[in-house]
Structure formats: structure tokens, C-alpha cells
């Protein structure tokens, strides 16, 4: 257990068991990434699956990200505007308010340091998947934990490099 965990696109998919674990408190996840072409997109991070998880990801030409509230709702926050070109960082806060269950609070996602988009989402308190759906970096090669990405299976970002993701609890 610690306070930051970074991870890499190329990694094999992380088992849940030993992967960074968000549940029932505030985390922020960043990836450091490099956009060559406004038409980039796919996953950056994606951990869970269809029953239960939560994806950061580009679509369109605008970050966005889902919580798959145990498979039965998708709380999706989207980039008031586009993603730029060229080196950025691209960040999903949730700040957990109270002490409640299932853990509700805000999501922010931020490209570099300014707040593009918010909304109040509740995350799962327990494990995302009795199966293994593990943590992904620059795909989502299982079960995927939305229909909404961009592109086939495995739903591969494309159009730039991502350098590292990094998720602080």
C-alpha cells in the first residue's frame, strides 16, 4: 500500500487484487500524454469492466470519463472543450464528500491544470469484479467498462503516446 502508483501503456493487465485501490476515498488519476492529431482517441486507463469499473479516455476529441456504478449505471463526465495537441496532462479527480454508502462525491477531469468538466457520480464499494477485470493502460482488453469508446476492441488509444498514467489515493 501506498499514496501514488504509476503505470505504463505495455504493462499486461493488472489483477484488481494487487492493482491501486480506489474504493471509498478521494483519488486523482493523470496521464502524461503526447496528442499528435486532433482525430486521437481510445482508452487511457481502464479499470473493471461492464459490471462495475471506471475509464478515462478520449473520444471525439474531448476527454471523458465513466463510472460504472455495478453495472447498472454509467455516470459519464466530458471536457467542456477539445483536447489539444502536443504534451498535456489529462486528469480525473473525485473528491469523496462524507461518510455515506456507496461513497458519493464530485469528479473533475482537467487537461493540464484547468477544470473542464464536473459532476457528482457515487462509486462501488466493493471489488469490480469477481471474474479478475483488472487495470489496462492504452486499452481495455477484457470486458470493456463502457460501450461508449471510440473504435473496436480493444479500444487501443491511437493518435499520440501515452508516457505514464499515475493514480494518487
Given at each position: 500500500p501506498r499514496d501514488q502508483y504509476e503505470y505504463y501503456t505495455g504493462c499486461e493487465e493488472v489483477p484488481e487484487s494487487v492493482a491501486v485501490n480506489v474504493r471509498n476515498r478521494s483519488y486523482g488519476i493523470t496521464a502524461d500524454v503526447t496528442i499528435d492529431t486532433k482525430e486521437a482517441g481510445?482508452?487511457?486507463?481502464?479499470?473493471?469492466c461492464r459490471f462495475g469499473g471506471h475509464?478515462?479516455?478520449i473520444k471525439d476529441g474531448k476527454l471523458k470519463y465513466d463510472y460504472n456504478y455495478v453495472g447498472e449505471e454509467d455516470q459519464y463526465v466530458e471536457s467542456s472543450k477539445p483536447d489539444p495537441t502536443g504534451d498535456c496532462r489529462l486528469s480525473a479527480v473525485f473528491e469523496k464528500e462524507g461518510d455515506g454508502?456507496?461513497?458519493?462525491?464530485?469528479?473533475?477531469?482537467?487537461i493540464d491544470k484547468e477544470k473542464v468538466g464536473e459532476a457528482k457520480i457515487k462509486t462501488q464499494p466493493g471489488k469490480f469484479s469477481l471474474a479478475g477485470e483488472g487495470l489496462n493502460i492504452g486499452r481495455d482488453g477484457g470486458e470493456p467498462v463502457t460501450a461508449d469508446y471510440p473504435g473496436d476492441a480493444p479500444w487501443?488509444?491511437?493518435?499520440?503516446?501515452i508516457h505514464k498514467v499515475i493514480v494518487d489515493v
Open positions: 481510445g482508452v487511457l486507463f481502464a479499470h473493471g475509464a478515462l479516455y454508502m456507496p461513497t458519493t462525491g464530485t469528479l473533475s477531469l482537467y487501443a488509444f491511437t493518435g499520440g503516446t
